[in-house]
């Protein structure tokens, strides 16, 4: 400890917000701003031109459509430049190719609005503390899911549509509804998202503990 008895200050977590609504982006500061500094910005020019701060962004938050561009672009150009910092795309207008062009780039998606918990889940895998993955793992075993239907439930954790997750495997719609249906036969819930809901509640309980 430092001779003036105060606790060295941690170096705070950084998070850069690309968004042209100022309601949403203001709102997602609010959600991160409990987790480290936030820098706001409304357009891809904007968002490049943006200084990272020392050990770069720990996470960028991109809406899709911008006046300029889109937030994939943001993460191309940086990418391009050097700068791996994991991003998040979050949208209101969540279509296939957007969710193929992120895969990609491995970029998580979701749909807009989002909640504090969609915040808590990905800043914990950003930061390695997956407690996604324990309750995979719990829920795998107690109830004995096979890959694919644990790669599902995952996805639906991550927040990606049902929409998404069959073309997401390159599976049809029938295989999905297959696998859905053998998953909630075992775990004896009424629907994914049901399934989805139960397990997003053991992620939040194994965070508060």
Do not use: C
Request: glycine fraction near 8%; aromatic fraction near 4%.
């Amino acid at each position: 400890m430092p001779r003036d008895g105060r606790a060295k200050e941690e170096s705070r977590d950084a998070f850069l917000i690309v968004d042209d609504s100022l309601t949403f982006a203001s709102s997602l500061r609010r959600l991160l701003s409990p987790y480290g500094a936030v820098t706001m910005v409304h357009s891809v020019a904007e968002a490049v031109a943006a200084p990272p701060p020392d050990g770069g962004w720990t996470a960028l938050f991109l809406d899709f459509e911008l006046p300029d561009g889109d937030g994939l672009s943001v993460v191309d150009q940086l990418r391009a430049r050097g700068e791996r910092s994991p991003a998040l795309i979050i949208t209101g207008h969540l279509q296939d190719h957007v969710a193929n062009r992120a895969f990609e780039l491995g970029v998580k998606v979701l749909a807009k609005p989002i909640g504090p918990e969609h915040v808590r889940i990905f800043l914990d895998g950003v930061r390695g503390d997956d407690a996604v993955g324990h309750v995979l793992e719990v829920w795998r075993t107690r109830y004995e899911l096979t890959a694919a239907e644990t790669s599902i439930l995952r996805d639906g954790l991550d927040g990606v549509d049902r929409g998404t997750l069959a073309q997401r495997r390159g599976i049809s719609e029938t295989t999905l509804r297959t696998h859905v249906r053998h998953m909630l036969q075992k775990t004896q819930d009424v629907s994914l998202s049901d399934a989805i809901q139960r397990a997003l509640r053991e992620v939040i309980v194994r965070k508060a503990t």
